[in-house]
C-alpha cells in the first residue's frame, strides 16, 4: 500500500472511530460500540470466511484478499474447545514471540517500518494515534485498521486480538528494550469498525 493509499484509508477510519467512540457503552466493564451486537459469543465458519477489507484488498484484489484472511483465520480460530480457556494466553505469546523476532531479525528496525510491515503483509494498517508519558510511562494509542483477525466479524460484546497484542507487545519490547504491555480496547468484536491497543513502555 502506498503512503497516498494509506493516508487515506487513516483519514477515512479516523473519522469512522469518532462517530463509534462517541456512541459507545461500558458493559461489564467492556467497552461496546454502536454496531448491534449478536446473540452468541461463539464464531461460525459463515462469520469467519469471505471478510471484506476496503483499503487492504484494493492491491491484491478483493477476493484473493478475502481468501488470504479466511485462511489465516480457519487456521486460527480452529482450536478444541478443551483449549479455549487458555487460547488467549497462548496466542497472546505466541504473538509477542513473532513480533520480537522480527526486530531481532532486522525486519523491523523502528516504527514507520513496524507500519509499513504490517501493510505489506495485509496485517492491517497502523495509526499510532496518541502518545503521552503518565506516572513516569509512555503510553501510545495505536489504532489497527483492517485487522487480519477481525475485519468485518460480528460484534460479540468482547475483544478478540491477542495475536495483534501480541506482536505489538514483542516488537516494542526489542525495539526498546524496556517492560511493555500492549492492550486491547476496542475492536471489531466488541462492536467498533478498527481495533485500539494501549502500549504501555515502563
Not at 482450536?79 to 479455549?84: K, N, T, Y
Not at 514471540?97 to 531481532?104: A, H, P, R, T
Not at 513496524?114 to 489504532?143: C, H, N, P, S
Not at 475492536?187 to 504501555?200: A, D, E, I, K, P
Request: aromatic share 10%; proline share 2%.
Amino acid at each position: 500500500m502506498n503512503k497516498k493509499e494509506n493516508d487515506k484509508a487513516i483519514e477515512f477510519y479516523r473519522s469512522l472511530a469518532k462517530k463509534e467512540i462517541e456512541n459507545e457503552k461500558i458493559v461489564d466493564g467492556v467497552l461496546i460500540g454502536p454496531r448491534s451486537r449478536v446473540k452468541t459469543d461463539e464464531l461460525s465458519i459463515d462469520d469467519i470466511i469471505n471478510p471484506s477489507r476496503h483499503f487492504l484488498a484494493k492491491d491484491a484484489g478483493e477476493e484473493l484478499d478475502s481468501t488470504y484472511v479466511s485462511t489465516f483465520r480457519i487456521g486460527h480460530f480452529n482450536m478444541p474447545i478443551q483449549l479455549a480457556s487458555t487460547s488467549k494466553g497462548t496466542t497472546f505469546v505466541g504473538g509477542m514471540e513473532f513480533g520480537s523476532n522480527l526486530v531481532k531479525q532486522k525486519i523491523i528496525n523502528n516504527i514507520d517500518e513496524l507500519v509499513t510491515f504490517l501493510a505489506d503483509y495485509k496485517m492491517g494498517i497502523v495509526d499510532i494515534f496518541d502518545e503521552k508519558e503518565k506516572d513516569g510511562k509512555m503510553i501510545m494509542e495505536i489504532r489497527v485498521y483492517e485487522c487480519i483477525e477481525c475485519a468485518d466479524l460480528p460484534n460479540i460484546g468482547k475483544p478478540l486480538c491477542f495475536f495483534e497484542a501480541g506482536v505489538l507487545t514483542g516488537i516494542f519490547k526489542e525495539l526498546t528494550k524496556k517492560d511493555v504491555i500492549a492492550e486491547e480496547l476496542r475492536c471489531w468484536t466488541s462492536g467498533y469498525s478498527f481495533c485500539q491497543f494501549n502500549v504501555t513502555i515502563n
